[in-house]
Nanobody
């Protein structure tokens, strides 16, 4: 079955960086677009970044443009989110996601940005 496993979250100071990873299995990873979402406490889950299957197209929510970079390694069935210039408002649980007969989610990884 589809499995998405995120890792790389943690506690970081404002201005710092983190790199999230999402290992995918159970489907033809190289044929599907991938997304990163996040959910902050008390808020709805929001889309953060998207990458198409061949890494030709990427897109970002305005609040992270110029700071976050989504990428993928189809040989490793892994999608990444490089986050630079982190701000306290980036604090959230980050999820990777794929659209395969419905939206599929990982378990999430916590990112906390605090002095």
């Amino acid at each position: 079955q589809v499995q998405l496993v995120e890792s790389g979250g943690g506690l970081v100071q404002p201005g710092g960086s983190l790199r999230l990873s999402c290992a995918a299995s159970g489907f033809a990873f190289s044929s599907y677009s991938m997304w990163w979402y996040r959910q902050a406490p008390g808020k709805e889950r929001e889309w953060v970044a998207r990458i198409d299957d061949t890494e030709t197209f990427t897109d970002y929510v305005d609040s992270v443009k110029g700071r976050f970079t989504i990428s993928r390694d189809n040989a490793k069935n892994t999608v990444y989110l490089q986050m630079n210039g982190l701000k306290p408002e980036d604090t959230a649980v980050y999820y990777c996601s794929a659209l395969i007969y419905g939206r599929k989610w990982g378990q999430g990884t916590q990112v906390t940005v605090s002095p």
